[in-house]
């Protein structure tokens, strides 16, 4: 079980798009991972290409951090434009603090409403005191000492980040942020407030000592992606699946491969399955509407038994839908979209660290398995960083593409035991073959006979049943007569609530499914053994989740459902209050 944390603040920094909230949270992760401590900063913003709001929803803790607080210990407020938009995200205590600029305007009623403190700090003054000052810089100052840190420790982090817009910027950055951080009244009000202890360089040995990898779940895809040795990516941008494609860019380039900017989703899905016909293992990455539209190419993946691997960043739905907001609604397109009897896997990634294990093992998968791999991610993992200590995990050893020796019968589809057949490298001498969405002989040749139909389907369905999948199938903790179903990124919540649950003496055992396609039914009947009660955790409208648990399993124990649509996140304490409100 987790230690309780000495050091544990949520923080929020709000504003309209474009005043610089989005930079104060990054920079204030980035200022206390290097001095080990943990964090995650989740970032929330409107579906304007420009303009809108923004905020940076922050937690900094000595331990390692599994999701959000249920509420907010401080809300830093750049302005209080389209603040309203924010409330539901931004749960405050009467006993929380709001900073904010009394040149802002007034602080929204749902807040004022609460008998809030409310600490107002002229930043944008502050800042108009040095030349090319920003309010942003005076915030982050603000925020950097009510965390125990001094203005000497932000210098470096300002002189890397601002050092391309000259020198008057970062000057008068690090002018603006020893403003906020000597703050007459900042100092004051943290002096009069019960605090924990301040941060500062952590002591060598101790838990939280050392540098942490700072990471989003998108760049943790991306580096599963290059691990499991995909060398080529085609992609069209759409949020929030973008940034897996512009960090893998220049990647790929250093290891001698190339990512495509495609026309649109359908050319990209059908340059993945080009790119691995031609031998080269390949990934697309996108979200809902996409990968509606990339159904056909990924049935043909399957047809054709040509690995492609697709990475799908859930967002709400349907339609454009809520574009940066998140949302576990994807599960049925990605299980059950393509037409036909076409078995293919499908994974989702748990938490940040996962994104890296997940993608490299589907990745891996697809190859050994000539088949189409979904990895599905959403918003709120996909774009929120972590501050995390160096991922550490092995896969079982997973054999490479069977590729076929020049033969004087080659056989493409062979029947094999295990379903896998060797495939060719187009050029192989001897060992042409025609390859498409028809049905086909063991050849390749296109047939419409039921004797090929029907040996092909069951090659295809006999290869991924019969395959070990091994360990990873789920991520176990506890033990218990209570066990917590859940997967994707409402893991992070389920765990942490089930931390909470076992300090109040509740033993609670968290399942958190990651192999979604094929199903493990025996695996999970074993792991249910003794328990009485299931409560399945989900981020969808309409139980999807729960639906799949339905179809591919048979859970004998009494179990409740805890669903809700985003764009709000379940939170650690609204899981808490379920198990305890059953009895």
Not at 301 to 330: C, F, H, I, W, Y
Not at 416 to 434: C, H, L, Q, R, W
Request: proline letters at 5%.
């Amino acid at each position: 079980m987790k230690s309780v944390s000495s050091l544990d603040i949520s923080l929020a920094i709000t504003g309209s798009g474009g005043v610089g909230a989005i930079t104060v949270g990054e920079l204030l992760l980035r200022l206390v991972g290097k001095d080990g401590f943990f964090g995650l900063m989740r970032r929330s913003f409107g579906p304007q290409i420009r303009g809108g709001e923004a905020a940076a929803l922050m937690r900094i803790s000595d331990q390692p951090v599994e999701s959000i607080n249920d509420n907010f210990d401080i809300l830093l407020a750049l302005d209080w434009l389209n603040a309203e938009r924010f409330a539901e995200d931004i749960s405050l205590r009467p006993d929380s603090l709001i900073i904010a600029d009394p040149s802002a305007g007034e602080v929204p009623s749902v807040y004022q409403d609460m008998g809030i403190e409310i600490l107002e700090i002229p930043m944008k003054s502050l800042a108009r005191e040095v030349p090319g000052g920003r309010p942003n810089m005076v915030a982050l100052g603000l925020l950097a000492h009510w965390l125990g840190f001094s203005s000497d420790s932000a210098d470096q982090l300002i002189d890397s980040n601002f050092s391309r817009k000259g020198e008057e910027i970062v000057s008068g950055s690090k002018a603006a942020f020893s403003k906020g951080c000597s703050e007459p009244l900042i100092v004051k009000a943290r002096k009069t407030r019960k605090l924990p202890k301040p941060a500062g360089k952590r002591e060598a040995g101790k838990t939280g000592s050392g540098k942490r990898w700072q990471m989003s779940g998108n760049e943790g895809c991306g580096l599963g992606a290059l691990r499991g040795g995909i060398r080529f990516a085609a992609a069209y941008p759409i949020t929030p699946a973008t940034d897996i494609l512009e960090w893998l860019s220049p990647r790929l380039k250093k290891l001698g491969g190339s990512l495509l900017q495609a026309e649109d989703e359908l050319a990209a899905m059908n340059m993945v399955v080009g790119g691995s016909f031609g031998g080269t293992p390949s990934l697309t990455a996108t979200s809902g509407p996409g990968l509606a539209l990339m159904l056909e190419t990924m049935g043909l993946a399957v047809a054709a038994e040509v690995p492609a691997v697709v990475v799908n960043v859930m967002r709400g739905g349907p339609s454009t839908g809520l574009p940066t907001k998140s949302e576990q609604s994807d599960l049925n397109i990605a299980l059950s979209g393509l037409h036909g009897d076409a078995p293919h896997l499908v994974l989702g990634a748990l938490d940040h660290a996962d994104c890296i294990l997940t993608t490299e093992w589907a990745v891996r998968l697809a190859e050994a398995l000539q088949t189409l791999a979904v990895v599905i991610s959403d918003q709120y993992l996909a774009q929120s960083r972590l501050l995390m200590e160096k991922p550490d995990y092995r896969l079982p050893a997973i054999p490479a593409r069977s590729v076929a020796k020049e033969t004087e019968n080659y056989q493409r589809y062979l029947s094999t035991k295990s379903g896998v057949s060797p495939m060719a490298i187009p050029g192989d001498a001897g060992n042409m073959y025609v390859a498409d969405g028809l049905e086909h002989n063991q050849r390749g040749k296109p047939s419409s006979a039921a004797v090929d139909h029907q040996s092909q389907l069951d090659k295809r369905s006999r290869k991924i049943k019969e395959f070990d999948f091994g360990e990873h199938w789920a991520d176990i903790r506890g033990q218990g007569a209570t066990a917590i179903m859940t997967w994707g990124s409402t893991s992070g919540a389920v765990r942490e609530a089930a931390d909470r649950l076992r300090r109040c003496g509740e033993e609670v055992k968290v399942i958190a499914l990651r192999l979604l396609l094929p199903a493990s039914p025996v695996k999970l009947a074993t792991e249910l053994l003794g328990v009485k009660r299931v409560l399945v955790v989900e981020q969808s409208h309409s139980q999807q989740f729960y639906l799949y648990l339905r179809t591919h399993y048979d859970i004998a124990a009494d179990t409740r459902i805890f669903a809700r649509p985003g764009p709000l996140l379940i939170s650690p304490g609204e899981i808490v209050q379920q198990i305890q409100d059953w009895s």
